[in-house]
C-alpha cells in the first residue's frame, strides 16, 4: 500500500467517524489462508507473508480465526491456553510480529475470543475432572445431578449444537453442560472466577497490540436460571444453526457491558463485534447498544434471499434496529461456518453473476461489511470433498453437510493444487483442480476477474465521501430491482441492482462508476441485465 493510500484512509476517519463504524473487515480463517512451513496447514507467518495483498485489496482490518493452543477437536474454537500460540500455526513472537507488520500496513487486527466453554485439556477442566462433585474446581464449569433414582438421565433436555443431548455423564455419575460438543465444556459465567480470568485474557492481547475481539457464540454465556427443559418451542433455525430457546439471555448483557468498559479503558478504539444468533434483528441490536459491543454480525442480512423484496426488507430492519441503539449496521454474505454465497445463489455462472452484484449491494450499504477469505475471488462452496477429508464435528456428529466445503484453502498462484497454499504436505482439505482460474495470479491478470471487481470497489468505497457510514435513501425503480443513493458532503452515489429475471431500464443521471457485468447506458437510462448492480455518480440538481 502506497503513502498516499495510508494517508487517505487516515484523513477520511479523522474527518468522519470513528474506524470500526464503516471498516471492511476481512475474515483470515488462518488454517486456509496460507501455509509458511509446508506441513499443509495455515500459520501466522504465512498470513504475515500475505500482508501486501491484504493491503492491496483494499481492506481495513482483519479478523483472525482463534490460532491458540488447541487440541483442535473444532478447529481451535476449543481453546486449551488462551495466552498463547498453538505449535500448529507458530509461536507468540510470530503472532506479536503479524501484528505489528500488519499496522505497518495500515491494517487493524481482531483476534477471536471464545469466552462459552474451553476445551476439555483446559488445565482447569482437567482439575475439575480431578475434584469431587461440589468442588471450587467444578464451580467454573456447569456440573449436575442427573435425573432419574439413578441419575442416568441428563439434567434437562437440551441439545447440543452439533448433534445429540448438551450433557456427557463421568464416571462419578455428575453431568457436564457443553452446547456444542463433548470436548468444549460450557464455563459458568456465574462464577467471578471466570469473569475475571477473562477480563485477564483480554487485557493480555490488548496489550500485545490487538484493535479487538470477534466474540465467539456472544449470545451463549449467560444460562437461563435452573437450567429448565425447553422443548423444541421458539427454536429458530438460520442456515442450519439451531438459535435456541436457551441462548439470548437478557444476564449476557452484564458481561458485555464489563467488556465494553475495559476496552474503553485503552483509548476507545479497541473493539468488540458479537457472533450472536439472535431470532429477531430487535434482539440482535441489544448487543450493540452504546455501554456494549460495538458490532453484532448481521446473519440476517446472510440469510436473505436473492430478491429486491426480501433484500429491502432486511436492510430496512436492519438500519432501523442497529440506529435505534447508535450502532453501526453490519453485512456479511458468508462465512467459515456457512455455505458460499457463491453456491447459495445458485452456483455456476447464475451465482457468480449474483455475488458480483452482492458484492456492489453490500459495499454500498452504511455501515461496516465483512468478507470471507476466498468471496473476493468468487470460491464456490466444495460439495464433493472425498469422504476421507470431511472432518467437522457437527458433520461428524449427525448435523447436516458440515462446514468443511468452505474452509477449502485458498489459491494463489500456478496451474495445479495446492496453487501457491504451501509448499511440501498436501493442504489439510484438497483442492479443486479447476481453481486453477481462480488464483489470485490468474485473476490479477484478467481486469473482468472477480478480483479485479473487489479491488476496484474497495477503492472507491475508500476514497468516496458517500460511502460507508451514514444514511441511505430509497429511490423507485423498475420491479425486482433496488434503487438506492449515498450522499454526504455534497456528494452522492447511486446504486443499483437487479434481481429479477429480465432487463431493467433504470434511471441515470450522472457518470457510471462501476458495474458488476455488462450494463449499456444511455439516453440518461442504464439496461441492468438480471443480476447485475451498478454504482454512478449522481449530478448536482
Known amino acids: 500500500m502506497t503513502q498516499d493510500t495510508l494517508l487517505a484512509r487516515a484523513s477520511r476517519r479523522e474527518g468522519g467517524t470513528r474506524w470500526w463504524r464503516d471498516a471492511v473487515i476481512y475474515q483470515v ?7 509458511s512451513d509446508g506441513d ?21 482490518a482483519l479478523w483472525l480465526t482463534p490460532f491458540y493452543v488447541s487440541p483442535m477437536a473444532d478447529f481451535g474454537y476449543d481453546v486449551a491456553d488462551y495466552r498463547d500460540v498453538d505449535p500448529l500455526f507458530g509461536t507468540l513472537a510470530d503472532a506479536r510480529g503479524l501484528i505489528e507488520d500488519a499496522h505497518a500496513h495500515g491494517l487493524r487486527i481482531i483476534v477471536d475470543v471464545v469466552p462459552n466453554h474451553t476445551s476439555d485439556r483446559h488445565a482447569w477442566f482437567r482439575a475439575a475432572l480431578a475434584a469431587p462433585p461440589g468442588s471450587a474446581e467444578r464451580a467454573r464449569y456447569i456440573f449436575r445431578d442427573g435425573r432419574g433414582p439413578d441419575g442416568a438421565r441428563p439434567p434437562n433436555d437440551w ?95 452484564d458481561i458485555h457491558r464489563e467488556w465494553r468498559r475495559l476496552l474503553d479503558s485503552y483509548g476507545g478504539e479497541r473493539i468488540a463485534v458479537a457472533e450472536a444468533w439472535a431470532p429477531t434483528p430487535q434482539r440482535l441490536a ?14 440476517h442480512y446472510l440469510t436473505a434471499p436473492w430478491d429486491a423484496g426480501g433484500l ?88 447436516g453437510a458440515g462446514r468443511d466445503g468452505c474452509r477449502v484453502p485458498l489459491p494463489w498462484e500456478g496451474e495445479e493444487p495446492p496453487f ?16 486453477r482460474d481462480l488464483t489470485v495470479a ?46 454526504n458532503g455534497g456528494r452522492r452515489l447511486a ?25 449499456h447506458v444511455s439516453g440518461g437510462h442504464a439496461e441492468l441485465p438480471p443480476d447485475a448492480a451498478l454504482w454512478w455518480d449522481v449530478e448536482e440538481g
Open 29 to 35: 480463517y488462518v488454517r486456509s489462508f496460507a501455509d
Open 40 to 60: 499443509g496447514v495455515g500459520d501466522l507467518p504465512g498470513v504475515r507473508s500475505r500482508l501486501p495483498y491484504l493491503a492491496g485489496l483494499g481492506v481495513d
Open 159 to 253: 441439545e447440543s449444537v452439533f448433534g445429540g443431548p448438551a450433557w456427557t455423564r463421568l464416571p462419578d455419575g455428575q453431568w457436564y453442560l457443553h452446547l456444542f460438543a463433548p470436548e468444549q465444556p460450557d464455563l459458568n459465567w456465574e462464577n467471578p472466577e471466570v469473569r475475571a480470568e477473562f477480563a485477564d485474557i483480554l487485557k493480555f492481547w490488548l496489550d500485545l497490540g490487538v484493535d479487538g475481539f470477534r466474540v465467539d457464540v456472544a449470545h451463549g454465556m449467560a444460562k437461563a436460571p435452573g437450567l429448565p427443559d425447553v422443548g423444541r418451542a421458539g427454536q429458530v433455525e438460520m442456515l442450519g444453526t439451531a438459535v435456541l430457546p436457551y441462548f439470548d439471555q437478557d444476564a449476557v448483557h
Open 286 to 299: 441489544r448487543y450493540t447498544r452504546p455501554d456494549e459491543l460495538h458490532q453484532a454480525f448481521n446473519f
Open 312 to 399: 429491502r426488507a432486511v436492510i430496512d430492519e436492519s438500519l432501523r434496529t442497529a440506529g435505534a441503539v447508535g450502532a453501526p449496521a453490519t453485512w456479511v454474505l458468508s462465512n467459515h461456518d456457512v455455505k458460499r454465497h457463491v453456491t447459495r445463489y445458485g452456483d455456476g455462472e447464475t451465482g457468480l453473476r449474483r455475488a458480483r452484484a452482492a458484492a456492489l449491494l453490500t459495499l454500498a450499504l452504511p455501515g461496516s461489511a465483512y468478507l470471507y477469505q476466498g468471496e473476493e475471488l468468487g470460491l464456490p462452496e466444495v460439495l464433493d470433498l472425498p469422504e476421507e477429508f470431511q472432518q467437522d464435528p457437527q458433520r461428524l456428529r449427525g448435523e
Open 420 to 435: 501457491g497454499f504451501g509448499a511440501g504436505a498436501a493442504p489439510w482439505l484438497p483442492m479443486p483442480t479447476a481453481w
Open 442 to 487: 490468474a485473476q490479477t491478470a484478467d481486469p473482468d476477474s472477480m478480483l479485479a471487481l473487489y479491488r476496484e470497489a474497495l477503492r472507491v468505497r475508500r476514497e468516496h465521501p458517500a460511502l460507508g457510514d451514514g444514511d441511505l435513501h430509497w429511490r423507485a425503480g423498475p420491479p425486482g430491482t433496488l434503487v438506492f443513493v449515498r450522499e
Open 495 to 519: 446504486c443499483a441492482v437487479n434481481t429479477g429475471g429480465r432487463t431493467a431500464r433504470v434511471p441515470l443521471r450522472g457518470a457510471p462508476l462501476l458495474a458488476s457485468g455488462p450494463v
